[in-house]
């Protein structure tokens, strides 16, 4: 069969992220024959070139560079000065679950204190729902993603809390996404509320069993009335030893062990990193665990925001993903966050930009996405805009002109 390759040129800004020996300054010089086929090494800083054409083939990004040095292709775009960017990077999301919680979220808006037990209500209505329910809802979501930009996502179990449903949650995850999260330690469900031990042995031992051969990752959420430290750090030394790899959901509700957990167990994530101390910040900043901020659920929770500034001046790796969830933050949409990382956050755009697309490749330890240096997989969005700005600068407005999937254009 024939490659078809396709030119998109006369692009008013394409935001590469590429990595150092990639692109040249302003796409200068040819690039790509000479490094097709190599692994990618991952992204680099934020990078744009102007006046710029990209040129996919092979579901790999083939060639980068000025618009008017752009080679021939069998298929040409005229992207009309709009932007280009990597395809967003969403590297925290719980879309397997059933059911709803809209009164909740208006009840809390009016003021109303936080019922306990509203996860626990999403846990009654999944392990009651039939597996077409949850794949038809996963679905739905995963297709509101890519709508929004989302090309790679990852998505986490948490709702099922038996060996079955925490079983058949990473089985139907891993029907969308490589990006597979066990998350058996979400909460300790009713039914071991008097023996949370008990329910931790579960979560390392069978649950644990049954879900490594769909999951990449084992995540905890390490918090005050969820799972203390030595707790968690049970969960994910089994998790690793039965071949995943670790992620935390730290320090979100208040100061705490989890960051440094996070650290110390080499972490691909500490997510959320809202209370955090100069011991913790100084143990991101020294080590290979991202950072990832959820401004989605300050928004939604009215709780406050990171301090991403602190963050990035100590030099800590960040990213921004949704935690696209049915109780703190049901928002599927990247460009929101984008939008809230520099309204709230204080980040430049460059910046939330940045974590968006290559900080979650990072957290996700994927080095093909994120960025369009010559070998990434081709996950492209053009904005109906001239530039990445556009996604703080137009908020709530939707943007995403189309979207390519490893260089196959997505229903948007
Ligand atoms: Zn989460």
Not at 69 to 82: F, K, N, Q, W
Not at 124 to 139: F, I, M, S, V
Not at 257 to 279: F, I, K, M, N, Q
Not at 370 to 395: F, W
Request: glycine share 12%; net charge negative; charged share 20%.
């Amino acid at each position: 069969m024939r490659r078809v390759s396709v030119l998109i040129t006369n692009i008013g800004e394409l935001v590469t992220n590429a990595p150092a020996g990639g692109d040249g300054p302003q796409g200068a010089g040819p690039q790509g024959d000479g490094q097709r086929g190599d692994r990618p090494q991952g992204a680099g800083p934020f990078a744009a070139l102007a006046d710029a054409a990209v040129v996919i083939e092979a579901g790999q990004v083939a060639w980068t560079g000025s618009a008017s040095r752009a080679p021939s292709a069998d298929e040409v775009i005229d992207a009309a000065g709009r932007a280009v960017l990597p395809g967003f990077v969403d590297s925290h999301a719980h879309l397997v679950f059933a059911g709803e919680r809209g009164a909740e979220f208006a009840a809390r808006m009016a003021g109303l204190p936080y019922q306990a037990g509203g996860i626990r209500a999403t846990v009654a209505a999944t392990r009651a729902a039939t597996d077409d329910q949850l794949r038809a809802n996963l679905r739905k979501l995963a297709a509101e993603m890519v709508s929004q930009g989302t090309t790679t996502f990852e998505c986490k179990s948490g709702y099922g809390l038996t060996v079955r449903d925490e079983a058949r949650s990473v089985a139907l995850a891993a029907e969308f996404t490589p990006e597979v999260t066990y998350l058996g330690a979400h909460v300790v469900p009713a039914e071991f509320e008097h023996d949370p031990g008990g329910y931790v042995d579960l979560v390392r031992g069978p649950m644990l069993a049954a879900c490594a051969p769909h999951a990449r990752w084992v995540d905890v959420f390490c918090e005050r009335g969820a799972f203390g430290r030595d707790e968690a750090a049970a969960v994910l030394a089994a998790g690793t030893a039965a071949g995943l790899q670790p992620r935390v959901h730290a320090n979100q509700l208040g100061p705490g062990p989890g960051v440094r957990l996070a650290v110390e167990s080499g972490a691909a994530s500490a997510d959320h990193c809202t209370y955090l101390d100069d011991g913790d910040i100084d143990a991101l900043a020294s080590s290979a665990t991202v950072a990832t901020l959820l401004p989605g659920v300050e928004f939604c929770t009215r709780q406050p925001y990171p301090d991403a500034r602190r963050l990035l001046g100590a030099g800590v790796t960040v990213a921004i993903a949704t935690d696209c969830n049915p109780g703190s933050c049901f928002t599927s949409s990247m460009p929101l966050c984008v939008a809230l990382a520099v309204r709230e956050m204080r980040m430049t755009t460059q910046e939330a930009v940045w974590a968006a697309t290559a900080g979650g490749a990072r957290a996700l330890r994927r080095a093909d996405v994120g960025h369009l240096g010559v070998g990434a997989r081709a996950d492209l969005i053009m904005l109906d805009a001239p530039s990445h700005a556009y996604l703080a600068y137009r908020p709530g407005v939707p943007l995403i002109a189309a979207v390519w999937q490893a260089g196959e254009r997505a229903a948007t």
